[in-house]
């Protein structure tokens, strides 16, 4: 049977990164066998750059980023075109 995809945003990358008790923190361990999850290279670019401007005391969690990537099996996707971005924009909040 197929794996469900499912992209996911910065933030549940990034809760999970701050918490192995939560709910983002288990969707992303319970789940990897099921899932095939996917970011984008935005979406990571967002999450160092959240890490390193808000997060700047706990360096650690660069590192553990990667073995989240690794160990949920997370995939980064190519960032999408701009023309597939404008064709989104239609669907989606100016804010995401």
């Given at each position: 049977m197929p794996k469900h995809r499912v992209f996911l945003d910065s933030s549940v990358i990034i809760t999970a990164l701050l918490s192995n008790q939560g709910g983002s923190f288990y969707i992303l361990s319970s789940l990897r066998d099921r899932c095939e999850f996917q970011t984008n290279e935005f979406g990571l670019r967002e999450i160092q750059k959240t890490?390193?401007?808000k997060f700047s005391q706990q360096p650690d969690l660069s590192s553990k980023l990667f073995l989240l990537l690794g160990?949920?099996?997370?995939f980064t996707l190519?960032?999408?075109?701009r023309r597939e971005r404008d064709h989104a924009a239609k669907y989606i909040s100016a804010n995401d």
């Open positions: 890490l390193a401007n160990t949920a099996h997370i190519p960032s999408p075109s």
